[in-house]
């Protein structure tokens, strides 16, 4: 069992830099989450791939955010233009369609934005 | 706005004594209630989760009770042991949607 891999663990930019991350799911799993957690509140819902396809996108992410899920397989989310405001810890989950609930996470990549 | 929410950041308990951690929601569609685990460094680990149609759900140490109309539900560990010192958080969701809804989460401390 791989489990949900992230990477990388931890990324340290200056603003105004792009950054992107990847994230690879359990392989069996359809259904492909990415939560952003700051310090003292719990994950919070940015986006939803079931397959290859973004079916939903929070209303917490900008313009500056774009994620893909290419061939419903690994996916990537890059932020442009980093601001200090999306300094968290952005983590990746997995799931099938069969047990929705139950999402696997990854540990996550650390962001700071200097 | 906060759906879930989990108004005791931290709790502190001896160890082999209960720990109880509350989580309150205020969205009636929730059906489907889950705690999670999570230690530092590491993503969130499901640990027991909970149907509308139950009031109870019982795994090992771990049982979490849910009270629909007060929309209610904790988490009973018993007895705490040190590896359960974590960041619980409390998740809920509708059933054919596909977002868990979090709270902020308790700190669990075990003391030896």
């Known amino acids: 069992d791989t489990g949900v891999s992230q990477d990388p663990r931890h990324k340290i930019t200056k603003r105004g830099q792009n950054v992107t991350f990847r994230c690879d799911p359990i392989?069996?799993?359809?259904?492909l989450y990415w939560y952003r957690q700051t310090l003292g509140q719990g994950p919070e819902f940015l986006t939803y791939?079931?397959?290859?396809?973004?079916?939903?996108k929070s209303r917490l992410l900008s313009d500056r955010f774009s994620a893909e899920r290419p061939k419903g397989s690994f996916s990537t989310l890059e932020i442009q233009r980093t601001e200090q405001g999306d300094s968290a810890m952005y983590l990746c989950?997995?799931?099938?369609?069969?047990?929705?609930?139950?999402?696997?996470f990854g540990s996550g990549t650390q962001l700071s934005v200097l | 706005d906060q759906q879930v929410k989990q108004n005791s950041p931290s709790l502190s308990v001896q160890e082999g004594r209960i720990s109880i951690l509350n989580c309150d929601y205020t969205?009636?569609?929730?059906?489907?209630f889950l705690w999670y685990k999570k230690y530092p460094a590491e993503g969130p680990t499901f640990l027991i989760s909970?149907?509308?149609?139950?009031d109870k759900n019982e795994d090992g140490r771990f049982t979490v009770f849910l009270n629909k109309s007060a929309k209610h539900l904790s988490l009973h560990i018993v007895p705490s042991q040190p590896g359960d010192s974590a960041v619980y958080f409390c998740?809920?969701?509708?059933?054919?949607?596909?977002?868990?809804?979090f709270g902020a989460g308790t700190t669990v401390t075990v003391r030896a």
């Open positions: 998740a809920a969701v509708v059933s054919n949607d596909y977002k868990l809804s």
């Open positions: 791939f079931q397959n290859e396809a973004q079916l939903e």
């Open positions: 969205n009636s569609m929730f059906d489907y």
């Open positions: 989950a997995s799931g099938r369609r069969e047990t929705n609930e139950k999402l696997f």
């Open positions: 909970i149907s509308s149609i139950k």
């Open positions: 392989s069996e799993h359809n259904r």
